[in-house]
């Protein structure tokens, strides 16, 4: 077995305390970070998977969830560059009812990465608390908002609402999450939408610069 396939196998087993070390040791052997990273988001696909059929329950996806975690943790300075903080503040937040973080977390690293200052709000953010972040800090720029369930896209839709009428101005709303589409995220009259972390901070300089020049 390869060392990306042990990095997929164990992710997926849930062994949160042997993921890091195999990082690591995929990383020494020239592995690149976003190959890591891809094998043990395959790995979180067999778990959605296997839940779907119901050969595993909750607590083995909160485990692998974990071990996921974990393996970020070592990936995290391989993958993102050092910041600089002069794009301005995005605001970024897993929507109402919705407690998956682990995509949020990559796309708030890159988006870190690409140079914005990031104020994480946690997951199961009430739409109010988006718009608080925007009028507590400085230069907020983007708003991003992650949704992994279908049955949260409604709150998407009010988060992005509520912020739109809020009045303030000067940024751009972002939204993602597995279940979200590129006309779903028009429809509830986002400014963007991107499929993955990568793209997410790549969508981000882009509607900084727009803006900009607008
Ligand atoms: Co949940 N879960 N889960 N879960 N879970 C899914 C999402 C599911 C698809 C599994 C399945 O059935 N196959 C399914 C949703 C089905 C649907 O909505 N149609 C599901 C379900 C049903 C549930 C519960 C309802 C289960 C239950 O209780 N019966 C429950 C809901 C709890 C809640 O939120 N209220 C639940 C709970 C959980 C755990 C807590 C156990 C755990 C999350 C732990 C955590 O996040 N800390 C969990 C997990 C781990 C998963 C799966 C297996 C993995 C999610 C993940 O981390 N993927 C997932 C199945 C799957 O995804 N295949 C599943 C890896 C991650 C890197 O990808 O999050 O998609 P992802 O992020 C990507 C992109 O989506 C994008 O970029 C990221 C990186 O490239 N992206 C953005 C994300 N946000 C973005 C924002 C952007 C742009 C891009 O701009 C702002």
Known sequence: MSKLQEVKAQVEA????????LVQEALSEGCSATDVLNAMVEGMGVVGEKFSTGEIFVPE????AKAMAKGVEVLKPHLAGAGTSSLGTCVIGTVAGDLHDI???LVSM??????????DLGVDVP????VDAIKEN?????????GLLTTTMPALKETVAA???SGLTGFRVMVGGAPVTPEYAAEIGADGYSPDAGSAAIK???LVAVMATA
């Open 110 to 119: 890159m988006i870190e990465s690409a140079g914005f200052n990031v104020v």
């Open 61 to 64: 996806m909160l485990v692998a």
């Open 204 to 206: 981000a300089k882009e």
């Open 163 to 165: 912020i739109k009428n």
């Open 14 to 21: 849930g062994k949160t305390k042997l993921v890091p070390g």
């Open 127 to 130: 739409v109010q608390k988006f």
């Open 103 to 105: 995509g949020k977390n």
């Open 138 to 146: 400085d230069n907020v720029k983007i708003v991003a908002c992650s």
